[in-house]
């Protein structure tokens, strides 16, 4: 005997070696000595060193309490259990024996035939240590190298990005020469999203292949803050199931024009026009996106535009779904049947559009699925939405017991985040009529009662007019998953008003569901409304508030938060600073009521407009010996310099007069001046103390004067006489004019 495993020991104690077995033990034990004789082990066995169990085909390395096949069995190890050599080695019965102590606890004597010391790994273990930190749309991902390098130098790291756990997206691969590289640190970005979240992880390449990817960690993003003067109508752009064209509006609230250059983030999105532009003081300019859908499965998909403008970037998030919200339903046959077959792939059915499953729990009061505790947990933690479902049959049990059943089974997925239940009515179970409808409210509020959830029907055309005709009123207590597989835009509901979800496929085909035909369903709805079927409302949908101002004041939000769930109700106030005043909301807002009561239904913009305040009265300031003059707070340039004579102050009133919208004119034949404003008229001569005032004539007390070539008016004579009011500060030397609007 050559061998010592669990199934040699076992198969060779059941014979008693008498006359007429022994010709039967003796082809047993040569057919057991044929696969143990062969055995090469990588290196030499010594005390101290670490060995591993090999080659037992299943059955496990017996480990005994002494050198001996009769001793007794302490344990068994299986393949690739590891240990360290502590004794040996002892020659007895015909094997070489080694004391071991194994890293299950276990300590004993085996023989050495199913031993050997560990090869070295081919491939790389994994990156360990990996860490994310969020910048400004953009994350550093870092890594340690693998405990176990593989029998050959790394090459390369392969990084995967998702926007779930357990990422699978090849999105970079860093090869010796980047500086990356030998780093172990690189930055994802800019293209990303602020405030989503991605998962990462990371895998080693060498010549022996590519190690398991590392641990996921994950990091959002920060947003990027707008450049300043620039507002954006509306933040983010979705363009649903249906829709093909949209147009973003880039408006200019600043006080300089606005350089702008668009680079589109996914090939779907085409004819982006225009791509580059400046945008003009207090004005907009409207880019148009289109999608093309055409080599898109159906399901969500997330880009971005990226939008310079001058040195500052920021990411607008683009949203598209193809074709109405993709689901399944599964069950043990998508499984292998009875068998544990093919398992499914969810992280594929995710990529493949899928958003949500109904996975079977339970039928009658006695048949569980196999597959259901397995399928749940793994389809939610790919990202799917999943609900459970039990098959009734009304004819043989009662509605209580049935309810009783399937939540002591499949009671942990009628919980907050899971979909609502359904009770599956198949029409060779079906009782019909009133009994049925009967049947289904003893049900669905056993079901209410216990978790305050309403379940949907499933059942085909023929069972939902069935129950419609004995209950018109059935549709307006239950929601309806519909089973209807003619081709058609719309299912037939047997009569009920509308319908939540359709199976229009007992046999579609679905990427990681290999092998096996697999249920299509779709819901009749987009992302927000599919929420309303989970139960707690999952994670609620938000949306992103955006302010801006047009002018000067500010803006305040109460609540202030980045986002608000869809419905929250907020206050926006518009503040208009000194000299300006608030005039009308704009964005997606609109109305002049201030504040702005506004509730949130998705992505928002609101830009408050304010104006300057025209003022009551012009203000015009001068001071003797200064050839700077002040109209309504703006800098003029006198072209002479006030000052006086005989105790009154001639000015050279030109650009005054006309700063305050009047006239004035010189005749050089008769030496005279014209002065204009609102409704009075003033004609004055160089030299002459009488003036022409509206046909009158007034004595002045000094006369115009020509000085240093400019003509020079008595200024509180020629303001006083127009209607404005003239103080003299005599410290200063100032005079300051006000004059009303008219």
Same mark, same amino acid.
């Not at 047993?28 to 030499?44: G, N, W």
């Not at 010594?46 to 309490?65: F, K, P, Q, S």
């Not at 002494?66 to 007794?72: E, G, N, P, R, V």
């Not at 880039?250 to 532009?277: E, K, R």
């Given at each position: $005997?050559?061998?010592?495993?669990?199934?040699?020991?076992?198969?060779?104690?059941?014979?008693?070696?008498?006359?007429?077995?022994?010709?039967?033990?003796?082809?047993?034990?040569?057919?057991?000595?044929?696969?143990?004789?062969?055995?090469?082990?990588?290196?030499?066995?010594?005390?101290?060193?670490?060995?591993?169990?090999?080659? !037992?085909?299943?059955?496990?390395?017996?480990?005994?309490?002494?050198?001996?096949?009769?001793?007794?069995? +302490?344990?068994?190890?299986?393949?690739?259990?590891?240990?360290?050599?502590?004794?040996?080695?002892?020659?007895?019965?015909?094997?070489?024996?080694?004391?071991?102590?194994?890293?299950?606890?276990?300590?004993?004597?085996?023989?050495?035939?199913?031993?050997? !010391?560990?090869?070295?790994?081919?491939?790389?273990?994994?990156?360990?240590?990996?860490?994310?930190?969020?910048?400004?749309?953009?994350?550093? +991902?870092?890594?340690?190298?693998?405990?176990?390098?593989?029998?050959?130098?790394?090459?390369?790291?392969?990084?995967?990005?998702?926007?779930?756990?357990?990422?699978?997206?090849?999105?970079?691969?860093?090869?010796?020469?980047?500086? *990356?590289?030998?780093?172990?640190?690189?930055?994802?970005?800019?293209?990303? #999203?602020?405030?989503?979240?991605?998962?990462?992880?990371?895998?080693?390449?060498?010549?022996?292949?590519?190690?398991?990817? @590392?641990? %996921? &960690?994950?990091?959002?993003?920060?947003?990027?803050?707008?450049?300043?003067?620039?507002?954006?109508?509306?933040?983010?752009?979705?363009?649903?199931?249906?829709?093909?064209?949209?147009?973003?509006?880039?408006?200019?609230?600043?006080?300089?024009?606005?350089?702008?250059?668009?680079?589109?983030?996914?090939?779907?999105?085409?004819?982006?026009?225009?791509?580059?532009?400046?945008?003009?003081?207090?004005?907009?300019?409207?880019?148009?996106?289109?999608?093309?859908?055409?080599?898109?499965?159906?399901?969500?998909?997330?880009?971005?535009?990226?939008?310079?403008?001058?040195?500052?970037?920021?990411?607008?998030?683009?949203?598209?779904?193809?074709?109405?919200?993709?689901?399944?339903?599964?069950?043990?046959?998508?499984?292998?049947?009875?068998? *544990?077959?093919?398992?499914?792939?969810?992280?594929?059915?995710?990529?493949?559009?899928?958003?949500?499953?109904?996975?079977?729990?339970?039928?009658?009061?006695?048949?569980?699925?196999?597959?259901?505790?397995?399928?749940?947990?793994?389809?939610?933690?790919?990202?799917?939405?999943?609900?459970?479902?039990?098959?009734?049959?009304?004819?043989?049990?009662?509605?209580?017991?049935?309810? *009783?059943?399937?939540?002591?089974?499949?009671?942990?997925?009628?919980?907050?985040?899971?979909?609502?239940?359904?009770?599956?009515?198949?029409?060779?179970?079906?009782?019909?009529?009133?009994?049925?409808?009967?049947?289904? %409210?003893?049900?669905?509020?056993?079901?209410?009662?216990?978790?305050?959830?309403?379940?949907?029907?499933?059942?085909?055309?023929?069972?939902?007019?069935?129950?419609?005709?004995?209950?018109?009123?059935?549709?307006?207590?239950?929601?309806? /998953?519909?089973?209807?597989?003619?081709?058609?835009?719309?299912? %037939?509901?047997?009569?009920?008003?509308?319908?939540?979800? /359709?199976?229009?496929?007992?046999?579609?085909?679905?990427?990681?569901?290999?092998?096996?035909?697999?249920?299509? %369903?779709?819901?009749?709805?987009?992302?927000?409304?599919?929420?309303?079927?989970?139960?707690?409302?999952?994670?609620?949908?938000?949306?992103?508030?955006?302010?801006?101002?047009?002018?000067?004041? #500010?803006?305040?939000?109460?609540?202030?938060?980045?986002?608000?769930?869809?419905?929250?109700?907020?206050?926006?106030?518009?503040?208009?600073?000194?000299?300006?005043?608030?005039?009308?909301?704009?964005?997606?807002?609109?109305?002049?009521?201030?504040?702005?009561? #506004?509730? &949130?239904?998705?992505?928002?913009?609101?830009?408050?407009?304010?104006?300057?305040?025209?003022?009551?009265?012009?203000?015009?300031? #001068?001071?003797?010996?200064?050839?700077?003059?002040?109209?309504?707070?703006?800098?003029?340039?006198?072209?002479?310099?006030?000052?006086?004579?005989?105790?009154?102050?001639?000015?050279?009133?030109?650009?005054?007069?006309?700063?305050?919208?009047?006239?004035?004119?010189?005749?050089?034949?008769?030496?005279?001046?014209?002065?204009?404003?609102?409704?009075?008229?003033? @004609?004055?001569?160089?030299?002459?103390?009488?003036?022409?005032?509206?046909?009158?004539?007034?004595? $002045?007390?000094?006369?115009?004067?020509? $000085?240093?070539?400019?003509? $020079?008016?008595?200024?509180?004579?020629?303001?006083?006489?127009?209607?404005?009011?003239?103080?003299?500060?005599?410290?200063?030397?100032?005079?300051?004019?006000?004059?009303?609007?008219?």
């Amino acid at each position: $005997m050559v061998c010592d495993t669990r199934a040699c020991r076992r198969k060779l104690d059941q014979h008693h070696f008498s006359a007429r077995h022994l010709a039967v033990a003796v082809v047993v034990v040569i057919t057991l000595l044929v696969p143990c004789v062969s055995r090469v082990r990588a290196e030499t066995i010594a005390i101290g060193t670490t060995v591993e169990v090999y080659g !037992t085909g299943g059955d496990g390395l017996n480990v005994r309490l002494a050198a001996d096949t009769t001793a007794t069995v +302490l344990g068994v190890e299986s393949d690739g259990a590891r240990g360290t050599v502590q004794d040996g080695p002892v020659s007895a019965g015909g094997f070489t024996w080694w004391s071991v102590t194994w890293a299950s606890g276990i300590a004993g004597w085996s023989v050495e035939n199913y031993l050997r !010391t560990p090869l070295p790994p081919t491939t790389p273990g994994s990156p360990t240590g990996v860490q994310a930190v969020s910048s400004v749309e953009s994350v550093i +991902l870092t890594w340690d190298a693998p405990a176990e390098p593989g029998a050959t130098p790394i090459t390369a790291w392969r990084i995967y990005r998702d926007r779930r756990a357990l990422p699978t997206t090849l999105v970079a691969t860093l090869t010796a020469g980047d500086p *990356a590289f030998d780093s172990r640190s690189w930055t994802d970005g800019p293209m990303l #999203l602020g405030s989503r979240t991605y998962w990462y992880r990371v895998g080693a390449v060498n010549q022996g292949g590519e190690s398991l990817p @590392s641990p %996921d &960690v994950s990091a959002t993003p920060r947003s990027a803050t707008l450049p300043p003067g620039l507002f954006l109508i509306p933040p983010q752009l979705d363009f649903g199931g249906e829709l093909t064209s949209l147009t973003l509006t880039l408006q200019n609230t600043g006080d300089v024009p606005l350089p702008f250059v668009i680079a589109p983030g996914a090939s779907w999105l085409t004819g982006v026009a225009p791509l580059a532009g400046s945008i003009p003081v207090t004005g907009s300019q409207g880019i148009t996106l289109q999608v093309d859908r055409t080599a898109l499965v159906s399901g969500a998909y997330e880009s971005l535009l990226r939008i310079t403008s001058g040195t500052q970037g920021f990411n607008v998030p683009v949203a598209l779904r193809v074709g109405r919200i993709q689901g399944i339903d599964v069950s043990r046959w998508q499984c292998g049947g009875n068998h *544990a077959g093919d398992p499914i792939n969810w992280a594929a059915v995710r990529s493949a559009g899928c958003q949500f499953v109904f996975v079977k729990a339970t039928e009658g009061i006695t048949i569980t699925d196999p597959f259901l505790h397995t399928l749940m947990p793994a389809a939610r933690q790919a990202g799917l939405l999943a609900g459970a479902y039990h098959i009734c049959w009304p004819g043989e049990n009662d509605a209580a017991a049935e309810a *009783a059943y399937f939540l002591q089974t499949a009671g942990r997925y009628v919980t907050s985040g899971f979909l609502v239940p359904v009770l599956d009515i198949e029409p060779r179970y079906n009782i019909g009529g009133t009994a049925m409808v009967t049947w289904i %409210d003893e049900w669905a509020g056993a079901v209410r009662a216990a978790t305050g959830v309403t379940p949907l029907i499933y059942c085909s055309t023929s069972v939902a007019s069935n129950l419609r005709r004995a209950d018109p009123t059935i549709d307006g207590r239950y929601r309806l /998953w519909i089973a209807a597989y003619k081709a058609a835009a719309e299912p %037939d509901t047997g009569g009920w008003n509308g319908w939540a979800f /359709w199976q229009y496929s007992d046999s579609g085909t679905v990427p990681g569901i290999e092998g096996h035909r697999v249920d299509l %369903d779709w819901f009749n709805g987009n992302e927000q409304s599919l929420r309303q079927y989970v139960i707690g409302g999952g994670t609620p949908p938000t949306g992103l508030l955006l302010t801006g101002v047009m002018g000067n004041g #500010l803006v305040s939000v109460n609540p202030l938060q980045e986002r608000y769930p869809v419905g929250s109700t907020i206050t926006v106030t518009a503040n208009p600073i000194t000299g300006w005043r608030f005039t009308a909301w704009g964005g997606n807002a609109e109305g002049t009521a201030n504040p702005l009561v #506004l509730t &949130v239904n998705g992505d928002t913009s609101v830009l408050a407009v304010f104006e300057r305040q025209k003022p009551q009265e012009h203000s015009i300031t #001068l001071r003797v010996g200064s050839d700077e003059a002040t109209i309504d707070g703006v800098v003029l340039k006198l072209d002479a310099v006030p000052v006086i004579v005989q105790s009154r102050t001639l000015v050279p009133l030109r650009a005054i007069i006309e700063g305050l919208g009047g006239t004035i004119t010189w005749t050089a034949e008769t030496r005279g001046v014209s002065v204009s404003l609102g409704t009075t008229t003033l @004609s004055l001569q160089i030299g002459n103390p009488s003036a022409v005032v509206n046909g009158e004539v007034v004595t $002045m007390d000094v006369p115009a004067a020509i $000085m240093n070539g400019r003509t $020079m008016l008595p200024v509180r004579f020629v303001t006083e006489q127009l209607g404005a009011a003239v103080v003299w500060e005599a410290t200063t030397q100032t005079i300051t004019i006000t004059y009303p609007i008219l």
